[in-house]
């Protein structure tokens, strides 16, 4: 095996998009990700590490390492995604990240090779680790709309001082680190000058906040979802996820989203919507 690592998400887009490609929803994580860096909307503290494992052998020409095989990124803020990569893999990539980021903050991916990843990574690094989140991948099957008082629509740059500080509520309630307050506005900001996101309103307040990432190769993924504490129960998060599912998927793409598997509440708010389990990961952070 040959592995490659570059910090330039332009780079690495042209280099394994066209592996990414072959399944749109399981890959939706990775794909957007470097889709965002490379238009902008996406800026890491430190240069991220982007890893491509291809099936070719050391004694390949430089410009001809093979197929890829497997697909990896490291970034300050989210750490290791694995995405699906092989557990046949994964000490390949623990010899390239655990010189060439040391100090990530944790990993996530499907569980045996996540497992296998923290505990060769802890072990080179001399650090520990813990499992943090279970995680589920939905796919939207047959769509079943929802009711709640009110209307959606598309959040404008007016509604900054509303969703700016709800995004910044997702986050904190996710475990995702970030920036602050100042950066949480930039991150949505950008995202609603570009028609990514949709709130609903009720009695002339905004209730609930629904994103979603760009399309790419015809799959859109939901997310950020959240209503406020003192608007829940009310079915308005339930309401606009169909929603803004329905408008994506009149446009021709698949739509997924990921839950925490320790929450059940949302779980069966989605599966009420029509989502469907498509695959599990489990998340590490290292001490």
């Not at 509604?159 to 500080?165: G, N, Q, R, S, Y």
């Not at 929450?263 to 599966?271: D, G, H, K, V």
Request: glycine content about 10%.
């Amino acid at each position: 095996m040959i592995v490659r690592t570059t910090a330039d998400p332009a780079a690495f887009r042209e280099l394994v998009f066209p592996f990414l490609q072959r399944d749109p929803v399981r890959n939706s994580t990775i794909l957007t990700n470097i889709a965002d860096r490379v238009s902008g909307i996406m800026n890491d503290p430190e240069p991220p590490v982007f890893v491509s494992v291809h099936d070719g052998d050391a004694g390949d020409d430089a410009g001809d390492a093979g197929e890829v095989v497997g697909v990896v990124m490291c970034t300050a803020l989210r750490g290791i995604n694995l995405a699906d990569l092989p557990v046949e893999l994964v000490p390949v990539v623990v010899d390239v990240l655990a010189e060439a980021s040391p100090r990530a903050i944790g990993a996530v991916g499907p569980e045996e090779s996540a497992r296998l990843f923290a505990e060769q990574y802890a072990v080179r690094t001399g650090r520990t680790f813990r499992e943090t989140e279970r995680a589920r991948l939905h796919q939207l099957g047959e769509l079943v709309e929802q009711k709640a008082d009110g209307t959606p629509r598309r959040a404008t740059v007016a509604d900054l001082e509303v969703v700016a500080p709800m995004f910044g509520g997702f986050r904190a309630e996710s475990g995702h680190a970030g920036e602050g307050a100042a950066a949480d506005r930039r991150w949505i900001e950008q995202r609603i000058l570009r028609d990514r996101v949709w709130v609903w309103e009720d009695g002339g307040r905004v209730v609930s906040l629904v994103g979603h990432q760009e399309p790419v190769f015809g799959a859109a993924r939901i997310g950020p979802v959240y209503t406020p504490p003192e608007y829940r129960g009310r079915g308005y998060a339930s309401a606009l996820t169909a929603e803004v599912s329905r408008r994506l998927r009149d446009a021709g793409d698949e739509v997924c989203l990921f839950t925490d598997l320790a929450n059940p509440t949302s779980n069966r708010i989605y599966a009420a919507i029509g989502f469907r389990g498509v695959r599990d990961l489990v998340g590490y952070a290292f001490d």
